[in-house]
């Protein structure tokens, strides 16, 4: 068969169709859907708008010594302690309740509407799907802290401005190098909502409503703060996903005590790997009867 | 290339077990390339689990299945790259346009060019008649135009299978005859098309195969005159006297004998049309029209399903 007739043969198919190739589109749409949801944007504004509230609050009164969150007390002294302290406030419940709503979507939500079906015989890999749903996801706990983070820290610096930043070992590092400190947290920080995020992609491949997958996960989270919280546990509480979430103050010592932040990302991690794999053996063998 | 050779769809001792109970029992589907095959029966007798085991999405019990000649599941990329699906009525995301959810669906296939995503999108809804609403949120459309876009989303790139579950349902007999002329236009230009429906009118027009479900048995299955030819002939006489032609036709050894108004109906057998016109006439009964035909559609149909359109199972 000559060249031309290949063309002639092959001419209809390939006006549409390229080979299989590693492509970000997929992706790229999955992030347009989740940013276009009004739900979301009111979220992210729920997220932004708390650190605001506390450099308020912070500037009208000034807060007693030794009462409040930990870095309340320090706002005064250096702006870019409001988004630390807020980071502080919403790790507890607010971002993992934005993780849950983001993964209760993912998979639970797409077969309640029925569009898992759709996409499926695209075709779209069950393995790609899922692995695109939790880079999503993953992408999505970096934003929701950045929404906490970033108008923090505007606000922050704008009210109280940006001296010196004392440590909590009480030395004083320069603004350049405290920036790079709150970058530290907010990756941190960031990991351990994306290790949420596997527990929550796997919950969301059990069901076919995306509400009960996102109370799932938040009493998922809330049950682990519980346990975290009781002395007599204390053999368990290495193993909590949470347990060492609170460590990104050690961040801020000086030089930076990596011992708990080690320890928290290694926990992070696992729960990636272990949850993203049961979600994946979950999901490359059900029957989509959505 | 043996990949285009053969069945468009095959199946052989596909089985599904939903627990205790068998949704779909050892059906040997067969499609032939070019085929508009009618996949008829009553709703629950498993039409839908058989087209959602032939598109990967519910695996099997038991049996092996295949499309375009590459066996599912393990060939599932490339070949459903080529089937265009609608299965179990339309599905897409509510506050999302009409065009930006097939642009979702266009993005998520990794065979698609991306360069021509534009122009095969407008092509598919102008296709089904949607271009004028493309902007248009998901949830404003009307039961009938989603059904539109559904069918836009399995032509966004060229298919060799179409396996549409339903195409029609919930669009006004208008509607219903722009699918129909749809899927007709399809299939000349060669597309295989699978149509399932618990509606045979709707597709008996435009099909050239069926096969018909019982309760999750494929109880038959062939071109349309095959499956017709298995019924028996049936002669129908119209006339002012329908109880002397009743007697009349009893007497000649015509079975099921049946009276409907001024219409009587039965099965002659072997016996010869001829015969039974001059015993009519013979026995003074006016005759205002006779016709031999094999049983309609419908009526093979419901011999065929058993408890015609209602629910089985």
């Known amino acids: 068969m000559s060249a031309a007739e290949a063309g002639v043969v092959t001419g209809r198919r390939a006006v549409a169709t390229t080979r299989p190739r590693w492509s970000t589109r997929l992706l790229r749409s999955e992030l347009r859907l989740i940013a276009g949801r009004r739900r979301n944007q009111m979220g992210l504004l729920v997220l932004a708008s708390v650190p605001i509230v506390m450099a308020i609050a912070v500037k009208v009164s000034e807060p007693e010594q030794g009462r409040g969150p930990d870095f309340l007390s320090s706002i005064t002294s250096n702006g870019l302690f409001v988004p630390l302290a807020a980071l502080g406030v919403e790790i507890g ?3 993992p309740l934005a993780i849950a709503m983001l993964a209760g979507d993912a998979v639970a939500g797409e077969a309640n509407i029925g569009t898992l079906r759709y996409l499926l015989t695209v075709p779209v890999h069950r393995t790609r799907l899922l692995a695109v749903k939790y880079a999503s996801l993953c992408i999505g706990a970096v934003v929701g802290v950045m929404a ?20 909590l070992s009480g030395s004083q590092i320069g603004p350049g190098t405290a920036v790079w400190r709150l970058v530290l947290v907010m990756l941190y920080l960031a990991s351990g909502l994306a290790g949420l995020a596997a527990v929550g992609l ?3 491949t059990l069901t076919e409503q995306p509400i009960a997958a996102s109370i799932a996960l938040l009493i998922f989270t809330i049950l682990s703060w519980i346990l975290d919280a009781v002395p007599q546990l204390g053999w368990l509480h290495p193993w909590l996903i949470v347990h060492e979430w609170m460590a990104f103050g050690d961040l801020l010592r000086d030089p930076i005590a990596w011992e708990s932040v080690l320890r928290g990302l290694f926990i992070n991690g696992a729960y990636a790997v272990v949850f993203w794999l049961a979600a994946w053996a979950r999901f490359s063998s059900k029957d989509i009867t959505s | 290339m043996s990949d285009d050779a053969g069945l468009a769809v095959q199946t052989d001792g596909l089985t599904k077990r939903f627990g205790q109970q068998v949704a779909v029992d050892a059906i040997g589907l067969a499609v032939p390339r070019g085929a508009v095959y009618g996949f008829l029966g ?23 299945r295949s499309l375009l000649g590459l066996p599912m599941p393990e060939r599932s990329g490339e070949a459903l ?3 265009g699906s609608l299965v179990e009525g339309p599905a897409f995301h509510p506050y999302l346009s009409g065009r930006s959810n097939l642009a979702r669906l266009d993005a998520a296939d990794i065979r698609a060019d991306p360069r021509t995503a534009g122009r ?3 092509a598919a809804l102008d296709r089904v008649g949607l271009l004028a609403a493309a902007k248009k949120r998901y949830r404003a459309y009307s039961l009938g135009m989603r059904q539109r876009l559904a069918i836009a989303a399995a032509l966004l790139a ?9 195409p029609t349902n919930g669009l006004d007999p208008q509607g219903t005859r722009e699918v129909r002329t749809l899927i007709g236009s399809l299939a000349s230009d060669g597309t295989t098309v699978l149509v399932s429906s618990h509606l045979l009118a709707e597709v008996e027009q435009i099909c050239s195969h069926l096969g018909v479900m019982r309760e999750g048995r494929l109880v038959a299955q062939g071109t349309v005159s095959e499956v017709r030819g298995g019924g028996p002939a049936v002669v129908r006489v119209r006339t002012r006297q329908p109880e002397a032609a009743a007697v009349v036709l009893s007497e000649l050894g015509v079975e099921q ?36 035909s094999t049983a309609s559609l419908e009526d093979l149909f419901v011999a065929l399903t058993g408890e015609g359109f209602d629910v089985s199972g």
């Open chain 1, 93 to 95: 419940m607010f971002l």
């Open chain 1, 148 to 167: 906490v983070a970033l108008p923090g820290a505007v606000i922050g610096i704008a009210l109280f401005g940006t001296g010196p930043l004392t440590t």
């Open chain 1, 202 to 204: 796997f919950i969301s």
């Open chain 2, 42 to 64: 009553p709703n629950g007798s498993g039409k839908t689990t058989t087209i959602r085991m032939l598109l990967g999405l519910v695996e099997p019990t038991a049996g092996t």
């Open chain 2, 81 to 83: 790259h080529r089937v």
């Open chain 2, 120 to 122: 095969r999108i407008d």
């Open chain 2, 158 to 166: 060229p298919r060799d299978l179409l396996v549409l579950d339903e």
């Open chain 2, 257 to 292: 004998v049946r009276t409907a108004g001024g219409e009587v109906h039965g099965i002659p057998g072997a016996l010869e049309p001829e015969k039974i016109v001059a015993a009519l006439v013979h026995a003074g009964v006016g005759v205002q029209g006779f016709s031999v």
